[in-house]
Each structure stands twice: as C-alpha cells, then as structure tokens.
C-alpha cells in the first residue's frame, strides 16, 4: 500500500478492531477512593477520548473510552482530611506501623493489582495510544519496580536493625516517614512513572493523596478496590478534576509535607510557590528535559543511527528522556541523515494492537497542530524536512520529521518538542554542543557517539557537571531501576532509583541514650518486649 493510502486509512472501522483487544464496555467512572471508601459522585464529569479515531459515516471520530469524575475544591480538601486524619501526626495506624507489616500490605496489593493486569494494559492503550506491547511492558515493569523496592526496603531495614554506640551514646538510627504526600505522575507513562514515586512513598508510611494524569485517568480505576482493602483508612486517597480547582486549595492549605510531580518545571513552581510554609515542603520532582546526542567525525554512524532513532521515537517521541535534539559533526552530517531517514522510513505505524508497530496516535488533542507550528517554524528559519513524508498528519497521527539544518533562532532549538520531530544541527568545533548543553535550562542526559576513547573522555569530564546522565553509544534512557534517576538546573528535584526513591520520601531518625547500665537495660526492656516498631532488632528474611 502507498504511504497516502496507508495514512488515510489509518484508523479502523470500529468492526475491524480484533476482538481481543477491544474494550468490554465504556467505563464510566462514578466514584472515588477517600477515607477507606468509594465515595459515590454525582457532579460534572470528564469524557475521555482516544486517541484512536474510528472511521463512522461522518468521518473519523475519536473513540469514546468512558468518563471520570471532575470533583472540586471541596471534595479535595475532605480528602485532605482523611489523609492527615490517617497520618494523625505520625501517630496513625500506618506511619507506626512495622515495615515488615507494610511491606505486607503492599505485596498484597501487588497480588491484587496483577489479577487486573489485563483490563489495565488495554486502558494504556486506548486511553494513551501506546502500543499494546509497550502497554504490557509497562504493566510488568511497574511490578518488578514494586518489587525491587520491597527488596530495597527489606536490605535497609536490615542495615538498620542494629545499635551504633560513639562517643558514650547509644543509638539506633532508621527512617521515618515525612506526612502526606501529594503524588501527581505523568500521562506517558500513566502507571510506571506514577507507581515509581507512589510506592516508595507509601510503603515508608505516609498518607497519599494521588491525583492521576488527565491522559491515563481510566486506568487507575481498576486498582482503587486493592487500594481499599490493602491499606488503612485513608492511607491512600483519590482526588480529581480540574488541577486550578482543587490543587491551588491543596498547596495553599500548607498542610501538604510532600509534594511530587512528575510533569513541567513551569507547573512545579507553581505550585511550590502556592505553599505558605516552602521550607517544609519536600519536592521530588521529574521535569523537562532536552536531551542531546552528539555524534562525532568518529562514530560508528550505523549504531548512532540506531539508537537514535529509537532514542527519539520510542512512543512517538514523548518520553522525558527521548533524544530531542541531534548535534552531528558537519562532515558525516550527509551520511547520518540519510540513514537516519532510511530507518524511519522503515519504521512501521499504524494502531496500537498491530504487532511490530513503531507509531501509532497521539494522545493529546492539541498535539499535531503545536508539532506543525514548530515544523513550519523551523522551515521559515532554514530548515528543511529531511525524510520523506515528514510531518504528515492525519488526525491525532503524526508521521515523524527530521528537521535540518536547525539553529537558535528556531523554537525546536529550545523548546521541549515531545513529540516525533527529530532537530539536527550540525558542528565543526565540540564546543558548539557543549556550551549549548551548558546554557540549556535543562540538565537531564546526553548521548555521545564516537568510537575514539581519548575523545570520550575529553567529553565526558565536562558533561558529567551539566547533566546527571551521560550515556557512551546508546540512548538516553531511565533503567535500569538501580540507577540513579535525576537531573540537574529545570530537569528534576531529587533522586529516583529503587534505593534513592525510599530515602527521598522519609527522613534519618536517631532514638539515642547515653550508655549507663539503667538505660542500657531499658533499650533492652523495649527490643525484647517488642513493644516499639522502631526501637527493634527484628530482622526480615
């Protein structure tokens, strides 16, 4: 079939979708999760559209998914109210509780939470448009993260379970959780991101309060009943709705000890500067980010192809660590393009229950039109689309565009495309990629490809003091969980990594004594009573 045809006829006939994964019935959410209930809701709702058009006699029409509650101010600060009546001061059920005993608790929401597995995989991809295979990894790796963070959690208790006695003193030092946490995670990736600071959060002891993305709403909903029965009441709690209605009451109370977000840095400022009481509140946070690859005169121009494309077009391009800008060295410019364009063109695209595809619809509306606008903006500045068939758009698709050669007068030279628009620009001097990573707001990752390791090393002294990543011939990614998971300047606040991640949401807490024989006895007393969760040598298998 002809590139034409093919993109015009895209979309299916809703008759056409195979029947494994269609959805049973619209899910039209009337409820929520608050104070250990599933509070019934009656008020304005929101209708969730797919990305996915289905082709009727009045045209394409996104598909309707099902509709979620859009609650306001009230209903969010009720919530409130549940999770600091969990959290009662550190004295609740939860944040008291023994780690083995929450830990627990989440292994049994995690034995629930895969008995839904297959509802929550075809949500991900009707309500973001992620591949179903994609879907299915994100599902599986979301499990191995919780996991790996029970782990995590069991080697630090251990570490823990021991006295530490200096200087006349003894003490046991463990850690203890920071309040209610307001969790807010990103529509790309709806479960994993969201569950990467929501576990960890959790299974330390505090209260949540967790608002889901606007794209990736739906499938939460699933999950609310193992949260119900898997936690005390109000440990976790649901809110929804407009985030100017009932966020700006939320950060404005001051009542909030956490708050992480995974989005803008624009949105974080906001919101921090919302908080009446900033220097008590803890953000943890995963922002924009603009990372580069640099492809030297010596690179293996097949592999930076490779993972190039992949670094870039990995779910279309919306991923915070997507390769989202190219600088190539102007004398295997030629050959790199293209290639490059030679790859994309091989990419296959199409819905995302098609097997093998690369591609697939955009899961925001106002999307396809902003990726034309920098399109058309960079070819009035110079530039010219590389690949053929770059930026052809039907509906909520857009066919990826090599834009080249691009320069700072351009709005993709700054601005965070997320999206399937790849900017290259050429160099003649390695000092042009790294001054522009050095004045870049963002500080997450770079890529370098070359293959002369006198040159590596040349660039990577510099750059690891401008980004917290710097991958060597491959693409700008997350994983593995172990590692460390940051950024510097707009690009993130704290660290996220299996173990960095049950550090950022609790404290260092010392219960000390100086070492006389009545105290001595008394820490005895309390360690083999068990009568104190966090005075206890207790150790987990």
């Known amino acids: 079939m002809e590139f034409e045809d093919q993109l015009s006829h895209i979309f299916p ?13 619209e899910m039209h959410q009337r409820e929520y999760l608050a104070g250990g209930e599933m509070k019934p809701w009656n008020g304005d709702v929101h209708t969730v559209l797919s990305p996915i058009c289905i082709q009727t006699p009045e045209g394409l029409q996104r598909k309707v998914i099902g509709s979620y509650p859009l609650c306001g101010q009230d209903e969010a600060m009720s919530a409130l109210d549940d999770a600091e009546k969990a959290y009662n001061n550190g004295r609740g059920e939860w944040p008291t509780m023994s780690v083995a005993e929450r830990i627990g608790r989440v292994e049994k929401f995690t034995g629930k939470m895969i008995e839904k597995k297959d509802e929550v995989v075809k949500l991900i991809m009707w309500e973001i448009g992620k591949s179903y295979a ?3 990894k994100e599902f599986d790796r979301t499990v191995e993260y919780i996991h790996a963070t029970i782990d995590a959690l069991k080697e630090l208790d251990r570490k823990s379970s021991g006295f530490e006695q200096e200087q006349g003193i ?4 463990r850690r203890s959780p920071l309040g209610v946490v307001l969790c807010m995670g990103p529509f790309n990736y709806p479960l994993n991101e969201t569950f990467t600071t929501l576990i960890p959060a959790l299974i330390m002891g505090n209260t ?14 699933p999950l609310l009943e193992a949260f119900r029965t898997c936690f005390p009441k109000g440990v976790v709690n649901t809110i929804y709705g407009r985030g100017n209605v009932i966020i700006q009451p939320l950060m404005e109370s001051g009542r909030i000890n956490v708050l992480t977000l995974i989005g803008s840095s624009k949105v974080a400022n906001q919101l921090k500067k919302m908080h009446p009481k900033v220097n ?10 603009k990372n ?3 492809i030297t005169e010596k690179a293996d121009i097949d592999l930076a192809v490779q993972e190039c494309v992949l670094g870039s077009l990995s779910f279309n391009g919306q991923r915070c660590t997507a390769i989202k800008i190219i600088f190539v060295h102007r004398k295997v410019a030629d050959q790199f393009l293209t290639k490059l364009s030679a790859a994309i063109e091989k990419l296959p695209f199409g819905m995302p229950w098609e097997k093998g595809v690369a591609l697939t619809p955009l899961p925001e509306p106002q999307k396809p039109a902003y990726l034309q606008q920098v399109i058309e ?7 010219k689309i590389v690949n053929k068939h770059g930026g052809a758009t039907n509906e909520s ?16 030279y700054s601005e965070e495309q997320f999206g399937p628009v790849i900017p290259v620009l050429p160099f003649d001097d390695i000092e042009t990629p790294i001054e522009y990573l050095i004045e870049s707001s963002h500080g997450q990752q770079v890529s370098l490809f070359s293959n002369n390791a006198a040159e590596l090393a040349s660039l990577i002294d510099p750059l690891v003091n401008q980004v917290s990543r710097v991958n060597i011939n491959c693409q700008c990614q997350r994983g593995p969980d172990i590692f460390p998971f940051t950024g510097r300047k707009d690009s993130a606040e704290a660290t996220l990594s299996v173990f960095d991640a049950l550090r950022a949401f609790s404290i260092r807490s010392v219960v000390a004594t100086k070492q006389t024989e009545q105290n001595k006895a008394l820490i005895n007393k309390i360690v083999s009573d068990q009568t104190s969760n966090f005075l206890s040598t207790k150790y987990i298998f």
Do not use: C, W
């Open 170 to 173: 003894i003490g046991q030092i």
């Open 377 to 383: 903006d960079a070819v009035q500045h110079g530039a």
């Open 208 to 221: 949540l309060l967790f608002k889901p993305p606007k794209h990736g709403t739906l499938l939460h909903y």
């Open 292 to 294: 580069a690859a640099i």
């Open 397 to 412: 698709f857009v066919y990826p565009a090599v834009l080249y050669p691009v320069n700072s007068q351009m709005k993709l």
């Open 280 to 289: 008590r509140l803890r953000a943890i946070l995963g922002l924009d980010a």
């Open 134 to 136: 994609d879907s299915v």
């Open 13 to 25: 006939e809703a008759n056409a979708i195979p029947e494994a994964f269609r959805l049973p019935a």
